[in-house]
């Protein structure tokens, strides 16, 4: 009885555990990072898009007052270059050329940014610059050259056909073609990012603060790169600013800072700014897919075809580069939801003279997810028929799981019809068709984007890297208080919540008594970190897997103190008792004491002490969660202004371990698609400068921007550990989609369909006036 | 040059603070570097994102756009000055109960415009704060749960 009534903590809105420090300012963030004589440092950064160095000039910098050392590729001879993968690596510092603008050249370390940056100021950097390569159809064909003399610009392809395609592309009775393109966007997280690194005075370790996801892939590519053993280094991950992809990476920034560090033997720190974010944080999204499409007469998709293209900048960022993501994701999942049973795929990802692609968020999906719903809803407007009920024809239907999808990816089970039927609900779309029928007779285009979402969570591999695995170490201190720490990197994810909700219920010990670890390689134990929705799943599985073996070692106790049955013991409260009969009870606290302290009580064939590390690797490589996203939008024909005015989200991440936390998140990627789809890009002129280099030239959405989002909750369990599907990239997989196909839907009068991300009022004006 | 030294006087969250600075520097690093006051993010020195913003005699600034010796003699509020000496304030409180933060970097810039429209309007609308909101961004709630907190805390003051 006490089991059933007992509150379960998994499914729980809970509060915050982190809260309380970041709200009232004491949270320590990289830049909060201070020890006596730490020196900063600040990067001379190309200006030039492509260019050979003939001469660099320090002198005048190396003598300036307060400078204490300027580093050239001489002073840090480090290549980040992944050769398994890329004929190509960028070098830490430029060595003879530089093939991006803001790509690092030169270190200036002095007593502080202030004077680091006058410092950088006196530096000479003798270009000659060349041609860029800028636009990636002709980096494609090698033109206007090489971006890399000795190898080609692809450096990634791949083609990929299910048999049969040929035939039943071809025995279709209708053919659309169509071209999209999404624009260069970043991540921009608020806090920039920063490294830190200093000699340990007491072991001579190097440490390294790092604002990173994945604090051992950290060690690793510090260890590697650096060549320094793996016991000989600690990551130290503070208080994480914002990540979402973006911070997942190793950049040359890290290495030369730890380089700084272990040269000089001074603690030594850089941040960036918001102009280097913007030039040397990954980009994303730089994409192009020309795809034809092929249907029968009732709007049944049968086959598609598409050449994947993207622009994956000066070098493969290091240790992936985010093109390849983007592209060989996209082409395994491009189906989506949908049962199409025919798909055909060509990637070719190219070098350029920008900067390089890494993972943001979502990474192939926000992509994928608008070339799959800009399809579905020309295949409806061809053939006249309702883009809801197209989907519906064409939806993987619950009989069908688990389902191999036309690129042989396996789907575990969803609820893809159910779900777009709640959104459908949730907005109101009979009413909404009425609605927009009146309005238009105004002269006022209101339209509904429908977008309906798989996303693969929990990957064997991922942004977060190979490590398919998450670890949890518990530790039951004699006081009956528990530690656990994970190999994860939050960055606003609430983990220290979340895997303490998961671990009192399986320690039968209150929230309060619970302080989840993270961010610390010498006392986390070895894990992947955070990226591809992992955690929750993954790490999560981690806490419920550890969380048992020690709930079995607490029951094993608690028999043996109280002279009953293993089978008789219940835990809660920090109380273990024999059930049916609470007086005969004791506390967590004691059998910790007893584990420590009075060992001689402990039960034959337990070690002494309560810690024990528990490890979770999921049978299936990957889990799909899925929902539906429709976004209500107003276009102003006049202006070209497009206002997100409605949003409706039916979300299936499986088991929920805290609603508010996955609401949260969903309403945090939808702002994001919603910069993705109207607001947010890169943009470089014709010599390859950036010129979207502050935001007030990047847009991202503010308060105004984003409307009330309307949540509902399906779960579908996953068949791993807790039913935990992964969910935090579907929110921006599916936004950017369900804004483009509203706007395609209000303008529809025009005639017109959004193929570029984002939609510009310059585009909204033309699509307007091409009617 | 560089390293000139003015002196500067600075009322900050009620205390007086006599400090030795360069003219250059920015109120967010001197409060930051000089008085420990970590709680004021700076996100983009360039007066956009908000994160960096305190009050100056009870008005949002954004502290990466002013010289400290800017702000001689006015009274500046940063987060830690908004923060009670045990618990959260009303206003953070609500943050916590609605969910309005998530990495918490744009938290305290974000607090301190809440907390000065809240000052001015005790009974805000919905509308009335999302523009309030505008100058401050925030890239991982999508902002719902932070309007929801702000209106959640009307009324309630400042605390104690």
Request: glycine fraction near 10%.
């Amino acid at each position: 009885m006490a089991e059933v009534l007992r509150p379960q903590m998994m499914g729980a809105r809970v509060s915050r555990l982190e809260d309380p420090r970041l709200l009232s300012g004491q949270a320590r963030f990289l830049d909060d990072i201070q020890v006596p004589g730490m020196l900063e440092v600040a990067f001379v950064r190309s200006p030039h898009a492509a260019a050979k160095i003939l001469s660099v000039d320090v002198e005048a910098a190396r003598h300036l007052p307060g400078v204490y050392a300027v580093m050239t590729h001489q002073e840090c001879p480090v290549m980040l270059w992944n050769k398994e993968s890329y004929k190509v690596g960028q070098p830490a510092l430029a060595d003879g050329e530089v093939a991006f603008v803001g790509q690092p050249v030169v270190a200036v370390i002095a007593e502080n940014r202030y004077i680091a940056e006058d410092a950088a100021e006196l530096i000479r950097v003798e270009y000659q610059a060349i041609t860029p390569v800028l636009d990636m159809r002709d980096a494609i064909q090698e033109k206007p050259r090489r971006v890399h003399e000795h190898a080609e610009n692809v450096f990634f392809k791949k083609s990929r056909q299910t048999p049969g395609f040929d035939e039943a592309f071809a025995a279709a009775s209708h053919h659309l073609t169509a071209s999209f393109r999404t624009n260069r966007q970043t991540a921009v997280t608020m806090e920039p990012r920063g490294t830190a690194a200093m000699l340990d005075a007491a072991s001579g370790r190097l440490t390294v603060y790092a604002s990173t996801q994945s604090p051992h892939r950290m060690r690793e590519d510090i260890c590697n790169l650096l060549d320094i053993p793996e016991h000989l280094v600690r990551i130290i991950v503070p208080e994480v600013g914002g990540g979402f992809g973006m911070k997942a990476a190793c950049y040359p920034e890290d290495v030369v800072v730890a380089q700084a560090a272990l040269r000089y033997r001074k603690p030594v720190k850089w941040i960036s700014d918001r102009l280097e974010s913007l030039e040397s944080d990954v980009h994303a999204r730089d994409d192009i897919h020309d795809v034809e499409v092929a249907f029968d007469d009732d709007g049944k998709i049968i086959a598609i075809k598409d050449h994947l293209m993207a622009d994956g900048g000066a070098y493969p960022a290091y240790p992936w580069s985010g093109a390849e993501g983007e592209t060989g994701l996209a082409a395994r999942v491009l189906t989506g939801p949908y049962d199409i049973p025919y798909l055909a795929t060509d990637i070719d990802c190219t070098y350029s003279n920008k900067t390089p692609l890494g993972s943001y968020r979502g990474v192939w999906g926000p992509i994928a997810s608008f070339i799959q719903e800009g399809l579905v809803d020309r295949v409806a407007r061809h053939l006249n028929l309702d883009p809801a009920d197209v989907r519906r024809r064409n939806m993987i239907r619950k009989e069908q799981f688990p389902y191999r999808n036309a690129a042989r990816m396996i789907y575990d089970e969803g609820s893809y019809l159910e779900s777009m039927e709640e959104a459908l609900k949730l907005i109101g779309y009979e009413d909404f068709r009425k609605r927009q029928a009146v309005l238009r007779q105004q002269g006022r285009y209101v339209g509904v984007g429908i977008s309906v979402f798989v996303e693969p969570t929990a990957m064997a591999s991922s942004e977060a890297g190979e490590v398919g695995y998450e670890s949890c170490t518990i530790r039951i201190e004699p006081s009956g208080r528990v530690t656990a720490a994970f190999g994860l990197g939050p960055s606003g994810q609430g983990h220290e919540t979340t895997m303490a909700q998961l671990l009192a219920d399986q320690l039968g010990v209150p929230l309060a008594d619970i302080v989840v670890l993270h961010g610390d390689t010498d006392s986390a134990p070895y894990g992947g970190g955070t990226g591809g929705s992992r955690s929750g799943p993954i790490g999560g599985g981690a806490a419920l897997v550890a969380g048992r073996q020690m709930r079995e070692r607490l029951i094993k106790y608690a028999a043996h103190l109280l002279e009953a049955g293993e089978d008789d013991i219940e835990l809660g409260d920090g109380k273990a008792w024999v059930a049916g009969v609470p007086d005969r009870s004791l506390t967590i606290r004691t059998i910790a004491q007893t584990a420590y302290m009075d060992v001689s009580k402990i039960p034959e064939g337990l070690p002494i002490g309560l810690e024990i590390t528990g490890r979770y690797l999921p049978k299936r490589p990957v889990t799909f969660s899925n929902g539906t996203h429709i976004a209500e939008v107003e276009v102003d024909v006049h202006t070209g202004v497009v206002k997100v005015t409605r949003y409706a989200v039916a979300n299936d991440c499986g088991r929920v371990i805290n609603p508010t936390i996955v609401e949260g998140q969903i309403h945090g990627g939808v702002a994001q698609g919603i910069g993705a789809a109207v607001l947010e890009a890169l943009r470089y002129d014709e010599d390859g400068q950036l010129v979207t280099t502050s935001l007030l030239d990047y847009l991202l959405p503010e308060s105004t921007d984003v409307p009330r989002i309307d949540v509902h909750h399906i779960e579908t369990p996953s068949e791993g550990e807790g039913g935990i599907k992964g969910m935090a990239e579907g929110s921006l997989i599916a936004a950017p989609a369900a804004v483009a196909c509203a706007i395609s839907d209000a303008l529809a009068p025009f005639g017109g369909m959004v193929d570029t991300l984002p939609v510009t009022p310059d585009m909204v004006l033309k699509m307007v006036q091409d009617r | 040059m560089a390293d000139e030294r003015v002196e500067v006087v600075l009322q900050v969250n009620g205390r007086e603070h006599r400090l030795e600075v360069s003219p250059r520097w920015t109120l967010s690093d001197v409060l930051r570097h000089q008085l420990g006051l970590i709680g004021t993010h700076v996100g983009c020195e360039q007066g956009v994102c908000g994160a960096c913003t305190v009050l100056l005699d009870g008005e949002p600034v954004r502290s990466c756009l002013m010289f400290a010796v800017q702000a001689q003699g006015q009274h500046i509020t940063t987060v830690e000055g908004i923060t009670p000496e045990n618990g959260l304030s009303p206003l953070q409180e609500a943050f916590r109960a609605h969910h309005a933060l998530q990495c918490g970097y744009c938290t305290p810039g974000m607090l301190l415009t809440a907390q000065a429209l809240l000052d001015r309007d005790p009974n805000p609308s919905e509308e009335t704060i999302r523009e309030a909101l505008t100058g401050n961004l925030c890239r991982c709630t999508g902002y719902q749960f932070i309007v929801d907190a702000v209106l959640a805390a009307r009324g309630q003051g400042r605390g104690a």
